[in-house]
């Protein structure tokens, strides 16, 4: 470690808050030249709105960021790049339609530009220059949809490398989740550049795969609620010590309402055999009891998400089958999910979940309007008891039911979109992330709601942010890896199985 | 909060740009005041607020219908070839074939995916060409007999015009659609949010078909209004009605991303519309003049309705 070297990047007590969320609290970091620190932390940590706020999409509400010691102020993303901060996220930025030279100097094409019009070959002949840099043997007149995955990222980083010759000072690379689409063999190049350019950048890696974070980082910062919890250096660190770290809190069995957890019932609502969907998951089986909690855990990429997205009538399934209260179902849309008695609360809550410019009581009736109509018209004064007996039985904290959703604390939109489920009657609920973005608070209160609507026999289907959540919400668990069941495993109160248990079974 | 302040205002902006207009061309000409006039006002607005109210339901998805101008003078046409053999029944044909092409229309932006002002573009030409083909470029007079058949459209009764009649009962059958069914709701939710209504279990694409079906046969409607007003049926008869028609339900407050409005506003919109069309008329300004200032009008009243901080991209 070099103490002495002036920091390129540091942030001394940086906050942020979001309506009804602290999302950073008191973050003080540093970032050395030449080194690459890790970010950990598990969803929901703050990894993704510290990065927001170095990239300069957020602006922080308290702290100081120092850019080779001198305190900076970002106020946007270009203004990032200015300052030398560039990105490489998971989402790529590059535009497929255009040639992998313009999408390198996009936006800054007036350092070609003579009279007006660019000058093609200066433009390409640089962009040339840039790849050279990550060592990709592409031409920079190639159109981006026609390279690979792997590619597009070595050129999202020769991207980031052009503020090099733009920005003054030291550059700062931020590479958010950059290999979670990867296979090994590229992963270990990008690794491999990425040490080869410590001498012109220094890197900060956030990535959820632990393993990849220790093989390249220098130290690592872990995360946790929005703070920065530890500090190591990655030598010597293992994987358990920075999954335990992580999860930090003491596993209290009575925040999931674990004493509220009952024996789930022996009717089978749904069932999964052999389920399979090209080049999404495969050979999937389940069932799903009246009154369990089944959770679904796994990595971005082991396929839950689809095996959800398939229960909920997004993705239809191309081989086995699902069966739902003893039918065999083939879903091409959520609405015959929902003819099925399948409420999915998704979770993209504010645009998938709620029509968030309509109020609490329509978005409450909106998946059983029917019910609410008498002669072809809708019945005002039963929507409206419907919806207050709602926003009274969840505890909704809202004006009144004609308030549109979009001034609700996330907590209470959850609720919104659970009574929307409640009141069309749901038999199974499909709970896809459903604390995502929520306080601790808002938190215990979704899970206390869960808890009773099984109580009442409704079966749950849930994938969740944390391994905590999971174990501690579900009464059976599954793992699943790479689009395959990996594990299965019971969990019932006093019984649960350890993350440790089934992390080995997911990466 | 201002913010609520803001949006109070928006809401009630069109009523009181209604009541100064009044105001405004009844102080230069007193004569606009009186009841005759104001009659004779509410029936010229008739066939622009049923061809308006019809679209306001395409326009409530999110979507545009660019084919009811082309539609309501096909429908004239329609009408002033068929009446003869078919008497009242060719009023139904006329609209029947406008809930055709709208069901089309629809059906290409829903199944094929294509945009829907470019799917009611397309529509909209074919509708056009067909009219001036079947009509053989002529606008077509209605004979004697056939006047007999067009009683229910025009003239007073009880004192009243009839067309104000006729627009009332479709104010309220469209308001009790739009307001009271189902499906008036399950349109707003998919101008407020298509993903959670598609997510929420709505059959999104049929609810969208239905829209373009209204408004076919709304503009249909209006064509048949105007054949009946006008006593003939021509291909270009409604040319010039798309602007302010679009025009009336954006002026009214119905957000054109869709999501927000109502056929009440849509009311207020189209009789904004007529005013100052009316008081431009007497003020003499040139009846084609006046398109220049409904486009500026539009673009001015969608720059007021939108509320640009929740609409991150427009294209």
Redesign the interface.
């Given at each position: 470690m070099n103490g002495a070297a002036l920091p390129v990047l540091a942030l001394r007590h940086v906050g942020k808050r979001f309506p009804g969320v602290q999302a950073l609290r008191d973050v003080t970091m540093e970032l050395r030249p030449g080194e690459v620190v890790g970010l950990v932390g598990e969803n929901g940590a703050g990894k993704s709105t510290l990065m927001r706020i170095l990239a300069g999409v957020y602006q922080p509400d308290d702290g100081e960021i120092l850019l080779s010691g001198r305190p900076i102020r970002l106020a946007g993303a270009a203004d990032a790049m200015r300052h030398g901060i560039g990105m490489v996220f998971q989402e790529q930025s590059l535009l497929l339609n255009l040639s992998v030279g313009e999408n390198i100097y996009l936006g800054n094409e007036a350092a070609f530009t003579r009279y007006g019009r660019i000058e093609w070959h200066a433009l390409y002949a640089a962009a040339a220059r840039q790849l050279a840099k990550v060592e990709v043997g592409v031409d920079a007149r190639t159109r981006t949809a026609d390279l690979d995955f792997a590619t597009r990222q070595m050129v999202e980083l020769a991207k980031a490398l052009t503020l090099e010759e733009a920005a003054s000072g030291h550059l700062v690379i931020l590479l958010d989740e950059p290999t979670s689409v990867l296979e090994q063999t590229e992963i270990n190049i990008l690794f491999a550049r990425v040490r080869a350019l410590k001498s012109r950048a220094a890197f900060i890696f956030v990535s959820h795969r632990l393993d990849e974070v220790l093989a390249l980082s220098d130290r690592v910062y872990v995360m946790k609620d929005g703070a920065v919890v530890a500090e190591l250096p990655a030598a010597g660190a293992d994987v358990r010590h920075l999954h335990s770290l992580m999860v930090g809190r003491d596993l209290r069995a009575e925040y999931y309402r674990e004493s509220l957890q009952r024996p789930p019932r022996t009717d089978v609502v749904l069932a999964a055999e052999s389920l399979g969907r090209a080049g999404a998951y495969r050979d999937v089986s389940f069932a799903l009891h009246a009154g369990e909690v089944l959770g679904i855990a796994g990595v971005i990429g082991s396929g839950r998400e689809e095996v959800t997205r398939t229960i909920?009538g997004?993705l239809p399934h191309d081989a086995g089958r699902l069966t739902v209260f003893g039918q065999e179902r083939r879903f091409s849309?959520?609405?015959e999910?929902?003819?099925c008695g399948i409420g999915?609360l998704?979770r993209?809550r504010r645009?998938?979940?709620?029509?968030?410019?309509?109020s609490v009581a329509?978005n409450i009736t909106?998946?059983s309007?029917?019910r609410?109509?008498r002669h072809?018209?809708?019945d005002?004064a039963a929507e409206a008891r419907v919806a207050r007996d709602w926003v009274a039985r969840l505890g909704v904290r809202t004006p009144g039911i004609d308030a549109i959703c979009l001034n609700l604390s996330g907590g209470n939109q959850q609720k919104v979109v659970l009574a929307?489920w409640l009141n069309?009657r749901a038999k199974i609920l499909i709970l896809d992330h459903p604390t995502r973005g929520l306080d601790v608070g808002a938190k215990e209160e979704v899970y206390e709601l869960i808890r009773s609507v099984t109580g009442e026999g409704i079966a749950v289907l849930l994938t969740s942010d944390t391994m905590e959540e999971t174990i501690g919400l579900s009464h059976r668990i599954i793992v699943m890896r790479d689009g395959v069941v990996t594990h299965r495993a019971d969990a019932p109160p006093g019984g649960k199985p350890t993350q440790l248990d089934l992390i080995e079974h997911m990466v | 909060m201002p913010a609520q302040r803001i949006e109070r205002l928006r809401r009630f902006l069109p009523v009181a740009t209604l009541a100064v207009l009044v105001l405004i061309v009844g102080a230069l000409q007193p004569e606009f005041l009186n009841p005759d006039t104001l009659l004779d006002l509410a029936s010229d607005t008739a066939v622009l607020f049923v061809l308006a109210s019809g679209v306001s339901f395409v326009i409530l998805t999110g979507g545009i219908d660019l084919s009811i101008q082309a539609m309501a003078s096909l429908a004239s046409v329609i009408v002033a070839l068929t009446v003869d053999r078919l008497g009242y029944a060719s009023f139904v044909a006329a609209v029947a074939a406008g809930a055709l092409s709208g069901w089309l229309g629809g059906l290409a932006h829903v199944r094929l995916k294509i945009p829907s002002f470019v799917a009611t573009l397309a529509v909209g030409g074919v509708l056009a060409g067909t009219a001036l083909v079947v009509s053989h470029q002529h606008s077509i007079t209605l004979g004697a007999t056939q006047r007999a058949y067009i009683g229910w459209i025009t003239g007073p009764w009880l004192g009243i015009p009839r067309e104000v009649i006729i627009g009332a009962l479709l104010l309220f059958f469209a308001d009790t659609v739009q307001r009271r069914t189902p499906f008036g709701r399950y349109i707003a939710a998919i101008g407020a949010g298509e993903a959670a209504a598609y997510a929420s279990g709505v059959k999104v694409g049929r609810q969208k078909v239905v829209a373009f079906v209204i408004s076919g046969a709304f503009a249909a409607f209006a064509g048949v209004m105007l054949a009946g007003r006008l006593a003939s049926g021509s291909p270009t008869l409604a040319n010039e009605q798309l602007l302010p028609a679009i025009a009336a339900v954006v002026v009214g407050g119905t957000a054109i991303t869709g999501g927000v409005g109502s056929i009440w506003r849509t009311l207020v919109g189209a009789l904004i519309i007529s005013v100052v069309r009316t008081g431009m008329t007497f003020i003499g300004v040139d009846i084609f003049a006046q398109e220049i200032l409904f486009g500026a009008v539009l673009v001015f009243a969608v720059a007021v309705t939108i509320d640009r901080s929740k609409i991150p991209v427009v294209k």
């Open positions: 909920a997004f849309s959520p609405a999910a929902v003819d999915y998704p993209e645009t998938e979940g709620l029509v968030l410019f309509l329509a909106l998946a309007l029917g609410l109509r072809f018209l809708l005002p929307k069309a | -």
